[in-house]
């Protein structure tokens, strides 16, 4: 199993300020499968970044995804009031399918 | 639109049994592979379970395997068929769609249904 690490917990910030979220898997993520998804309190989590880097369909261009391997990275340019959530890295190349634990981002 | 209903949730007993339902729109169904995942209290996300869009292929976390069914049917329903509930079973369980017939991302997520397993 690919266990996957966040880091940090939380993140505390202005809006305004950059948002730099760490994931890093036990071993390589198969073909760059990994996907960050966006949480809030009593919704269902959305789709920000699947493979790797590619922006879900009407996800704002602030939201960025790098990295491959072992270690991937999660940037928000630029914090909106709408943005404080937790954030979650997924992989889905090797099953079973994995989460991390989520960075809070709160102000 | 794509859009996934969950149904079935509820307050059962340890030992118990509970079948969750998931209704699809929006989207070719057999298209596409369905997962269940499920968000313990204040907790993080688990993969619990995947079929893939023919319905030929399915797969389980350890956890439920043996204990958990998922399926499909031609009205656009998935289903999640849960024996011997276990207190630690004790999630909202979303049915996600993944954005492949045979896996990938998961693009699209229901609004959940809330099963609890206490005596």
């Known amino acids: 199993e690919i266990v996957l690490t966040q880091s940090p917990g939380t993140l505390s910030l202005s809006p305004g300020e950059r948002a730099t979220l760490s994931c890093r898997a036990s071993q390589s993520v198969t073909g760059r499968y990994l996907a960050w998804y966006q949480q809030k309190p009593g919704q269902a989590p959305r789709l920000l970044i699947y493979?790797?880097?590619g922006r879900a369909t009407g996800i704002p261009d602030r939201f960025s995804g790098s990295g491959s391997g072992t270690d991937f990275t999660l940037t928000i340019s630029r914090l909106e009031p709408e943005d404080f959530a937790v954030y979650y890295c997924h992989q889905y190349g090797t099953s079973p399918l994995t989460f991390g634990p989520g960075t809070e981002v709160d102000i | 639109e794509v859009q996934l209903l969950e149904s079935g949730g509820g307050l059962v007993q340890p030992g118990e049994s509970l079948r969750l339902s998931c209704a699809a729109s929006g989207f070719t169904f057999n298209n596409f592979a369905i997962s269940w995942v499920r968000q313990a209290p204040g907790q993080g996300l688990e993969w619990v379970s995947a079929?893939?869009?023919?319905?030929?292929?399915t797969n389980y976390v350890d956890s439920v395997r043996g204990r958990f069914t998922i399926s499909r049917d031609n009205s656009k329903n998935t289903y999640l068929q849960m024996n011997t509930l276990r207190a630690e079973d004790t999630a909202v369980y979303y049915c996600?769609?993944?954005?492949?017939?045979?896996?990938?991302?998961?693009?699209?997520w229901g609004q959940g249904t809330l099963v609890t397993v206490s005596s």
């Open positions: 079929i893939t869009g023919s319905g030929h292929s």
């Open positions: 493979g790797a880097s």
């Open positions: 996600v769609r993944h954005n492949g017939q045979n896996g990938g991302c998961l693009d699209f």
